[in-house]
């Protein structure tokens, strides 16, 4: 039984592999031609999950947990600058207190 499990469990790792490239792929066109920021910026997060997604996916592959702190790492950047993102988006809404004098 420990047999067939493996096979199933490679077939899907293989398919979970190439369904995270073809997203990728996706995210990295919405990336280029992207018509405004912020449809590049949800594309760039979505990439970072993406890439958080395949180092997942590869540390089941591997049996590790080896990177698992680089995923954690990944994450906080990608949710840190989409806060840096919106931040920026609410201030240019409205002018400071400096631009009024």
């Known amino acids: 039984m420990l047999n067939g499990e493996t096979v199933i469990l490679d077939t899907v790792l293989i398919i979970t592999f190439a369904a995270l490239s073809l997203s990728l792929v996706a995210g990295m066109i919405r990336l280029l031609i992207g018509p405004s920021l912020p449809d590049r910026v949800v594309a760039l997060d979505l990439i970072a999950y ?52």
């Open 50 to 101: 993406i890439v958080i997604a395949f180092i997942a996916t590869y540390c089941i592959h591997t049996g590790t947990s080896d990177f698992i702190d680089a995923a954690i790492v990944v994450a906080l950047i990608a949710f840190l600058g989409t806060t840096a993102f919106a931040r920026y988006v609410l201030k240019a809404g409205r002018p400071s207190t400096n631009d009024e004098i």
